[in-house]
């Protein structure tokens, strides 16, 4: 069926459109991209998929362009005539019109011609038609006149017949009309005369012509509002004779005649013609797609600005002056069936569904990713320009809650925040982070303003990021709100390592008090009180896992200057040395990612009291950890083994030398050092034996191997 | 169903060579594999990783390089001092063309694919002219010290990399004389090693030389300069392969550690138009060194001495998940090594330069599913026949009544008559075989063993009579006018009356070997055939292609059969599709006519043609159900696949008699401990 797709304007100011519209619009060598000519003395280069033009030319002041650009396919360079006799070439690299290359001509052109696959042709105002080579070859050489006098050229347009260029223009002398096709590389010229039947005293507006093998089809939109068409014979049976060719009805009445900036038609494919003009039954002007087959109107568009009556159609762009701006309307027409018609037919693809890739492509989200999703680049524009249009006529309920955030109580927001969290719109993501920013904003212009309960559950769609809303750890950094921290911690998964340290700051240096104020998730904390009982028959258990006892260990003589009685040490009950509000949030740094790199500065800023504490803390947590034999923690989502060696490793190697001089911290660090000793001496005692464990290894698989052959039994059911 | 007896066997030792060489043909989306036993396969990507072709080794024929040139072409060189251009249509090599330089290390093909460069034992850069028909000497380049172990064109063709031992030179193509000398440091990690080997370099259109060397490091140095700009050691041992893409933003390298690291061009910061080269995935999927890498525009390939071909798909690459998502791992040949002689219960083994022949043993006892039976007889070894001559078996067959064996290699035919008396076996080699008897690629005794069918690799096929001790040439079917395409596959009707043949790209022929003329074709199919075989009685030909569908053609009513369009109609089970191994045999029984015996290498399937076929909702692997349910719920959930996983690898199997089954299984460990010990890593700390 054919659609017309949304329009989306290129860029206007660049061009000065006066009130006769533009000159033309012409290809570029590259698709979508157009050269545009206004009546002044700019010629501008658009890409449509960018909606930008690419470059501009202007010709001297003084000098006025005539005719439109064109592109010469063949070279890729530009050619323009100003002045009706100077042609100019020039190509992108050029920047001045003035410096490129010049020729006067001794005739005036009406008009210069390119398509693909042949060189430029002009058209001179009497007739004369030149390839560009030839010209440029003798700019001077003398044009002959071809029509007589009085006879103005309406209308032309050049064909590729069978690869030769042919060109057919349209004359007017006195209301009567008459069609030249003149065959370029053999300069054959024929000329016709176009009878017209009831329509005789209309006049013609408009002029649209497609070549079908054998005939060109001229298709005329007259002042009655109806279509016409005259098939002209591409090779003519006697050039000679002035022949003469009859119209005929195609389609009654699209447009009213009476159009204040007149019509335009061009064929869009074999079967459809779009039509710009005001329909019989509206004022508005209006772009419309008809089927010429069936004569039906398969699509419109109001075009509320005014048109200038022009309209051009390349690739799958129509391109017209909407008001002050170039407009562009993509075309699509889709092989449809009449089971699609009817619905029984599925559609191949959906265009407004797009496939998720089932993985995530970093390559393509930088922007440097695979063709095919560099194709859908300027639909996605598009559908971003439609969700701008359309949220001018009906704020949208993100936009209403926005400005709710704004100036409501907090009670209000919090009401209205539930109802729009209720259902989930497609670009969710942007919303909350809006509304995040938006309630920030809020927070920082007023002092008093503490949405805190809209904050959390912002936070728990799990849609927000740290980039999303880089002000919101910020914000409760500096408030010292440890509950949405955690809460922070836990859902972000992209905070910087500075932040996380900030956190790991105020975890540690807030007062406990303060803590059991605060509403923390425990989740992540076991019960310690209830382990206490078992610590003293577990501890050991450790011990015997690892193969390694400290107590048998021959270091223990250079730990004898060790004050308090080791033995004590490793055997006594571990005690949590914080709170488990304080613990819930330690667990929620160590939960978050990090890069050590990044890390490791930041943590060298926190008071060594404070390191050592958690420290202790770490090596509580391993000591439990070591307890059981699958070496994990109990609880609902605990930290686990490597988390916390890491984190010990870590702040080791940042604060060690502010450490190693603190009194408090020594039996600590002693601990952690056998603890690394005993570890380092089970390797190497697994390393000696890893022959053996191969062999074991051997002998058990040769035990279950059943032999070379067996005769076995087997039911297939 | 019913319970059958199955003969369990693992005593086929075979052990796949080790993978040399790999060289990716981006224009046909193939894939050419060398192995260290001269063996070369090319395998198509593009039908579901089927090997679709291969060329029998050679004692000497020792490959150390392999390249693709215009027009498809395949070029080998090695040890020998011989360039090897192999037909891909006839299935033979086409000339091979010394290059008087010594053993050959290395060869490249020049970027427009015109020119062919060696790198020789004797520090030898040679430049070879490709001719539409051969190869032509052009010149050498400037003598080097010592041998030039890889070779790399700038992309423009101006210049070429050659790593040498301790350093790489920078040719110019016009003069042919090294404009730079870059010195390779021997030391790694402090170590000083006796010698750096740069065991492969890779030149970017920018003007970067990349190296691989025997200290573990992977270098960038400047072409222009001459100069070392960066150094990325990445293994304490050898890193042996380089590959790099087409858009020369990602390469990959295999270490001998049998680790392969990829590495991409990545920006310093995003939105940043600098960019830099950083290691980014490290995968292990080899145990053994990874003599060699390709890199596809979707895929790492790699393969070395632990046998396994490995295509590893770049997940930010593919687009939908679908099966070319899936890592590969391809380890057996996608052909049968193994025929059977029901009658006498023979096993024949073919090995690259031997036969073995094995009796299977017998039972009496009887048992319920799973049980082991003791054996009555345990199984023989009867017969180990070497080859003469350097070059490998190319296929190989026993007769159905296990009297006449018959195998060749690239140049040689050989048939055996043996007599059984007793336990006494006597070898008896049927002498003065016809001169058009050369070389074989596919053999097959009629069920009968009164013919045997050879397809010879200049497209025809040859019916031969067989008589005690003698034989007679009955008749040769050509190819078609025009096409020498070689047949791969053969098989032939139980009654002796139909010949079914196949080649690697066009359909399936199907003779008339009683009137000794074509019979008819079967409508061609995108996939090439991996199996075939015709029913008894019927004379369905059951044809199963690399994209896991299988076809049933009637060849008296030429057309496909009732129960085939039901199949396609409804398509077969996404499970069943998924299957990454190409169905290698297809078997029957003639008292069993409903049913159709397939394996590939993990799992085999009797299909039932009586029963309802299984829709995506049904369970396609069913489990063994309950004994407790009741014989309706069973019966409803029956479905026409019947599929079995016990036995893996598998590498044959067939219907011996109605209730007997054969499977041949090569476990892997088996192989692995035939293969020389990996590089030893730590397994405890760091």
Redesign the interface.
Known sequence: MAALEDEFTLSSGVLSAGPDGLLGVEQSNKTDQFLVTDRGRTVVLYKVSDQKPLGSWSVKQGQLITCSAVCNFQTGEYVVVHDNKVLRIWNNEDVNLDKVFKATLSAEVHKIHSVRGTEPVLLFKEGAVRGLEALLAEPQQEIEAVLSDGEVIRWTKLFMVFRHPVLIFITEKHGNYFVYVHMVNSHTLSKYTLLRGQEEKSVIQSFTASVDRKFISVMSLSSDGCVYETLIPVYPTDPEENQRVVSSLLLRAVVSGSAPSGVALTVLDRDHVAVLGSPLSASKECLSVWNIKFQTLQTSKELPQGTSGQLWYYGENLLMLHGQSLTVIPYKCEVSSLAGALGKLKHSHDPGIQ?M????????S??DG?G?QHAEQPRRILRRRKIEVSSQPAVPPSKQLLTTIMKDSEKHIEMELRKFLAVKTPDFHAIVGDLVTGLLGRCQVEPSFCPRNCLVQLIQTHVLSYSLCPGLMEMAVKKTDVQLLQLCLQRFPDIPESVTCACLKIFLSIGDDSLHQAEIDMESVFDYGDSVQGDNVAAPVDVLQNGFSPEGDTCLSCCQEVPAKPQDAAAATPTCPVTPQRAALLNAILHSGYSEAFLLPHLKDIPAQHITLFLKYLYFLYLKCSENATMTLPGIHPPTLNQILDWICLLLDANFTVVVMIPEAKRLLISLYKFVKSQ?SV??E??KI?VSFRELQKLN?EKNN???????????? | ???????????FNYVPSGIRCVAYNNQSNRLAVSRTDGTVEIYNLSANYFQEKFFPGHESRATEALCWTEGQRLFSAGLNGEIVEYDLQALNVKYAMDAFGGPIWSMTASPSGSQLLVGCEDGSVKLFQITPDKIQFERNFDRQKSRILSLSWHPSGTHIAAGSIDYISVFDVKSGSAIHKMIVDRQYMGVSKRKCIVWGVAFLSDGTVISVDSAGKVQFWDSATGTLVKSHPIANADVLSIAVADQEDSFVVGTAEGTVFHFQLV?VT??SSEKQWVRTKPFQHHTHDVRTVAHSPTALISGGTDTHLVIRPL???????NYD?ALRKITFPHRCLISCSKKRQLLLFQFAHHLELWRL???VA????????P?SK??DHLLHLKTKGPENIICSCISSCGSWIAYSTASRFFLYRLNYEHDNISLKRVSKMPAFLRSALQILFSEDSKKLFVASNQGSLHVIQLLEGSFKHLHAFQPQSGTVEAMCLLAVSPDGNWLAASGTSAGVHVYNVKQLKLHCTVPAYNFPVTALAIAPNTNNLVIAHSDQQVFEYSIPDKQYTEWSRAVQKQGFHHLWLQRDTPITHIGFHSKRPMHILLHDAYMFC?IDKSLPLPNDKTLLY?P??PTSESDVV?RRT?HAF?I?K?YKPLLFMELLDEGT?VAVERPL?DIIAQLPPPIKK????T
Do not use: C
Request: hydrophobic share 40%; aromatic share 10%; charged share 25%.
């Open positions: 496939v890739p089932p993985f995530v492509n970093w390559e393509a930088q922007g695979l095919s380092i390797y190497s697994l390393n890893e698989q059943r032999g070379l052959y067996s005769i076995e039994v087997l039911e297939l059911f | 169903m019913g319970e059958f007896k199955v003969h369990r066997v693992r005593f920006s995003s939105n997940m930010e690459k593919v687009e939908v998940k998502a043993g017998s039972t009887t048992g319920k599913n799973g049980d082991i039976l054996l345990n199984a009797i069913n063994l159900p069973r029956a019947k079995s016990i089954l460990d730590k397994k405890f700390g």
